[in-house]
């Protein structure tokens, strides 16, 4: 019996999926389980599965083509099965009993971030017989035959635009692992090549270049159309002296790299901290009702090549400073390698975007709905402050909070700042 192959959600807001890449030609035996394709989300790059056994028996959809989620984009069947009828109607919605099944719904994770999606694509013919379709890439030994490689090789060889077929795979029979990029990439064999999580841009010549959107991106214009407009936005700034946090890091760093955290963090747990004395603030509009949350997530904004993403430090207010800084770098660090899994991205309670480290002293943050707050950071600069009859030189930071007036209003918004000054002056409170 025939298994259809359907564009799948394969994260908890994922509207709509580009095909990176094929992992299986037509003619191809495939088991359920196996990966057939690398589908970029609105936040990273997964794979499709096979969801029953047989031959790959057609690719109805081309690498680099945008489908709408339920859309046919394969037929999995037995050698000699017909399934012209399946093919023919490619373009047809599938019935409620055949969609694949979605994930939980969840809150997509954007604050500075997203407009409305594109109309879904029309559907396109048919491919051409596999004799003219696009190949795997496959890496070339001395005897110039195919190795095959592991779906993790191939996609840190996309990400850094690395042609396999100039790797030597050292896994069994040949096959090309993650080691062995690694040990390519170390050694220059790196080609210029667009990634294939974004589509290239080629200088024309003329006067404008059109670039295609990303899933990411149009994640992105779409979540800012939900936020900016709707909900009415005011902003309270306030400026924190950070001299006791400078002084506790100081005393931390001496003793030893396992009590090393930065500023970020520290401001982090604060917020948490703060959160936990705030339910009002910690809390989701959802229409006709205000829910506070007595958990907090705290979510954080990550900028990566195609966009912002925000992973999520689930109850952050419980969780040591150290904690908090090696869970966030690892998040960062997979979240520009957009190697996410959706729940770590979704379900955040309030969000915090720091872009001091760029040198920027103040700004002002777009809320991440259904979230009424948002934290933005600025960097921190030395301020002379007047002390008797002189000055004093302090390390000194602004922060800006974006509050939805639906449900919170300027006093709240004012008495959650006044917790989180107390807290980053007197650090040693976070402690006890």
């Not at 760093?253 to 339910?279: I, R, Y």
């Not at 993403?309 to 969780?319: G, L």
């Not at 921190?380 to 800006?400: E, L, S, W, Y």
Request: hydrophobic residues 45%; contains cysteine; glycine residues 8%.
């Amino acid at each position: 019996m025939a298994t259809k192959v359907f564009m799948e959600a394969l994260s908890p807001t994922m509207e709509e999926g580009r095909l990176v890449k094929w992992l299986k030609n037509e003619g191809d035996a495939v088991k359920s389980g196996d990966p057939l394709a690398e589908v970029e989300t609105d936040k990273a790059i997964m794979e499709l599965v096979a969801r029953g056994d047989g031959v790959l028996r057609k690719r109805l959809v081309g690498e680099g083509d945008s489908r709408p989620v339920g859309t046919l984009v394969g037929v999995i069947a037995g050698a000699d099965e017909n399934i012209d009828a399946l093919v023919a109607g490619a373009g047809s919605a599938p019935a409620a009993t055949e969609k694949p099944a979605e994930q939980p719904a969840a809150q997509a994770a954007a604050p500075v971030a997203a407009a409305a999606t594109e109309k879904p694509a029309a559907p396109v013919p048919p491919p051409p017989p596999p004799a003219t379709q696009p190949q795997q890439p496959a890496a070339n030994v001395g005897n110039g035959g195919p190795v095959r490689s592991s779906p993790l090789a191939r996609r840190l060889a996309s990400e850094k635009g690395l042609d396999l077929s100039r790797v030597q795979g050292s896994g069994p029979a040949g096959r090309i692992i993650k080691r062995d990029i690694e040990t390519a990439m170390a050694a220059g064999a790196a080609q210029p090549a667009a990634a294939a999580s974004a589509p290239a841009r080629v200088a024309s010549g003329a006067d404008f270049d059109d670039i295609a959107l990303t899933q990411i991106r149009k994640t992105i214009a779409k979540r800012l159309s939900e936020s900016i407009g709707p909900i009415p936005t005011f902003y309270l700034t306030a400026e924190f002296d950070l001299s006791r946090v400078m002084e506790m890091r100081a005393a931390m760093l001496e003793m030893g790299d396992a009590f090393k955290v930065s500023v970020n963090d520290v401001l982090m747990k604060a917020v948490a901290t703060a959160l936990a004395q705030h339910p009002e603030v910690n809390a989701h509009w959802l229409g006709d009702r205000i829910r506070q949350h007595n958990r907090v997530h705290l979510g954080m904004a990550v900028a990566t090549p195609d966009g912002l993403i925000v992973p999520v430090i689930f109850d952050a207010d419980q969780k040591r400073m150290s904690e908090i800084s090696a869970e966030a770098r690892e998040l960062a660090k997979r979240a520009r390698e957009r190697k996410l899994k959706p729940e770590e991205y979704t379900g955040s309670t309030f969000s915090i975007s720091n872009l001091g480290m760029f040198g920027i002293d103040q700004f002002t943050a777009i809320i991440n709905p259904p979230e009424v707050a948002i934290l933005a950071i600025g960097t921190a600069t030395d301020v002379a402050v007047p002390v008797g009859d002189g000055f004093k030189v302090q390390k000194r930071i602004r922060v800006t909070m974006s509050c939805d007036h639906r449900a919170v209003d300027g006093a709240v918004g004012a008495a959650f700042l006044q917790t989180l000054r107390r807290l980053i002056e007197n650090p040693l409170m976070m402690v006890f």
